[in-house]
């Protein structure tokens, strides 16, 4: 999987706050979802691939071990809703509600 984010992994990522880093990762889970509902399988796997990424520079940039383990247990949930069994019983509705909760706090920073 090549990097799709190329400025944001160069550095950029850990100058924005938490909860920018979130919400930007809310976006593509948001794309993701929207694709899913669509069926469009091939689009919704690329949304949530570019939001691993993300996920994944927020976890490589994170110093707080409370946020760290918040975060790799997001990644595992996010696995297995859209490609696992859905074991934690995910929903669209939890997800973007998990999310919109990002999405308004950085909204408000600004």
Avoid: P
């Amino acid at each position: 999987m090549s990097v799709q984010h190329k400025e944001l992994a160069s550095g950029r990522w850990a100058r924005l706050s938490f909860v920018e880093q979130m919400a930007n990762v809310g976006s593509e889970v948001s794309r993701a979802l929207n694709w899913k509902k669509k069926g469009n399988v091939e689009y919704c796997q690329k949304a949530v691939y570019r939001a691993f990424e993300l996920l994944s520079l927020t976890i490589d940039n994170t110093a707080i071990a409370s946020h760290y383990k918040e975060l790799t247990r997001l990644k595992e949930a996010l696995v297995d809703y859209f490609f696992g069994t859905n074991q934690f019983s995910s929903t669209e509705v939890l997800w973007r509600k998990y999310f919109d909760h990002f999405n308004f706090a950085a909204r408000r920073n600004f």
